[in-house]
T-cell receptor, first 115, second 113 residues
């Protein structure tokens, strides 16, 4: 258990509304990630963070923004949700230090439906 | 930038048969390579990883994978599949240092009795 909590776990919203997904970790790891999972595409990296206020874009960042004001929280925001953003969103952390070589630990996912 | 290709969208094997899932990657430097497994409705769990040393790596649940630099491959194998192995399998590559990980599209494994 990597101490990752995603909220909400399920959300249905309408096109054009803002949505924020939250990822919370309890172990103070530096690196945090947001991925989306869609059939036929596997997991695609949206944004990642390598520290407080330090973030970078991934493969599919258009339409998404992130913020990390505290080590433990990494927020993913859809400013104006579209149907193409219907997906399952996974947060992940990367543990560093001895014995850890880049593997990711995932939250349980947040299922977002945009109508 | 790195990329990953998993050529097989789905594979069906009989219980007790051997399994090989293919993975090819593209990355200019020494990659960090991973296999993850996802059961329905669950998050991803690490099966095994490679970042240096012996090119044949052992993982959990009886899985192994071999890194072949000349072929840019990191295929996953298991000598005898169990029904509980039915899941989706993802190959992933991270850049040197391992802080940015890209996943393949996944291979769904079906196991028939």
């Amino acid at each position: 258990d990597a101490g990752i909590t995603q909220s909400p776990r399920h959300k249905v919203t309408e096109t054009g509304t803002p949505v924020t997904l939250r990822c919370h970790q309890t172990e103070n790891h530096r690196y945090m990630y947001w991925y989306r999972q869609d059939p036929g595409h596997g997991l695609r990296l949206i944004h990642y963070s390598y520290g407080v206020k330090d973030t970078d874009k991934g493969e599919v960042s258009d339409g998404y923004s992130v913020s990390r004001s505290k080590t433990e929280d990494f927020l993913l925001t859809l400013e104006s949700a579209t149907s193409s953003q219907t997906s399952v969103y996974f947060c992940a952390i990367r543990k560093t230090g001895q014995g850890n070589s880049g593997e990711l630990f995932f939250g349980e996912g947040s299922r977002l439906t945009v109508l | 930038a790195q990329s990953v290709t998993q050529p097989d969208i789905h594979i069906t094997v009989s219980e007790g048969a051997s399994l090989e899932l293919r993975c090819n990657y593209s990355y200019g430097a020494t990659p960090y390579l991973f296999w993850y497994v996802q059961s329905p409705g669950q998050g991803l769990q690490l099966l095994l990883k490679y970042f240096s040393g012996d090119t044949l790596v052992q993982g959990i649940k009886g899985f192994e994978a071999e890194f072949k630099r000349s072929q840019s491959s990191f295929n996953l194998r298991k000598p005898s599949v169990h029904w509980s192995d039915a899941a989706e399998y993802f190959c992933a590559v991270a850049n040197t240092g391992g802080f940015k990980t890209i996943f393949g599209a996944g291979t769904r494994l079906f196991v028939k009795a």
